[in-house]
């Protein structure tokens, strides 16, 4: 028999198959199969789902930090302490960047320096005169304080003032080690002489007196 008959034959026998109702070998491994895929799709529809990030984190609210109490210190033989209001931005890198920049641009740097103190006292050391909880540093910069700290009441939004206690506590090591920034990019020298680009130098005369 050779290669042609053999052909012929075997498409005679899946057209009879097929004449007779008798399902073809790949039909019946799919119809054995669709109950496990019918169970598996509704995992592969939630493996797919995309993961959550949050990319705009509320800060606290300004009622809950405006507290009148700033330390532990109260009349009486009983008191209740300030409840401690966390701040999400002590957690970003971004955040306490921008509270940086806002650190700068709205001269703080005037009194306190870059942290080292001035006319302000400082704020890399350990003495806290008002509280050195976010909810005090907020209200401090909000309220003010006696003998020339003034209020910023109105003049700095509620984001940027939980930004900017994020990077006044980071000064002192209070906020997250592995948020806080390591260098400050504002403050950099002129590049090396290495590095300096190719100039095109122009000669010209001293001007005439």
């Given at each position: 028999m050779n290669q042609e008959s053999k052909t012929k034959r075997m498409v005679g026998t899946a057209l009879r198959f097929r004449s007779h109702g008798v399902a073809h070998p790949t039909q019946s491994f799919v119809r054995s199969c669709m109950p496990y895929f019918l169970v598996l799709l509704p995992f592969l529809f939630f493996s797919c789902e995309?993961?959550?990030r949050t990319l705009?984190?509320?800060p606290p609210s300004a009622q809950e930090a405006s507290l009148p109490q700033v330390?532990?210190?109260?009349?009486?033989?009983?008191?209740?302490k300030a409840p401690s209001v966390s701040n999400p931005d002590e957690n970003n890198s971004w955040m306490m960047a921008e509270g940086k920049r806002f650190y700068e641009a709205y001269n703080c740097v005037g009194c306190h320096a870059h942290?080292?103190?001035g006319m302000g006292p400082p704020l890399m050391d350990e003495k806290w005169i008002y509280g050195h909880e976010p909810q005090q540093v907020y209200a401090t910069i909000v309220e003010g304080r006696p003998n020339g700290m003034p209020s910023f009441r109105g003049k700095i939004s509620n984001d940027q003032l939980w930004e900017i206690v994020a990077y006044v506590r980071s000064l002192s090591g209070l906020t997250?080690?592995?948020a806080a920034n390591a260098r400050d990019d504002h403050i950099k020298g002129a590049p090396p002489p290495n590095s300096v680009p190719e100039g095109t130098p122009h000669n010209s005369s001293e001007?005439?007196?």
């Open positions: 995309r993961e959550e705009v984190v509320q330390s532990d210190l109260a009349p009486g033989p009983q008191h209740n942290g080292g103190g997250n080690q592995w001007p005439q007196p």
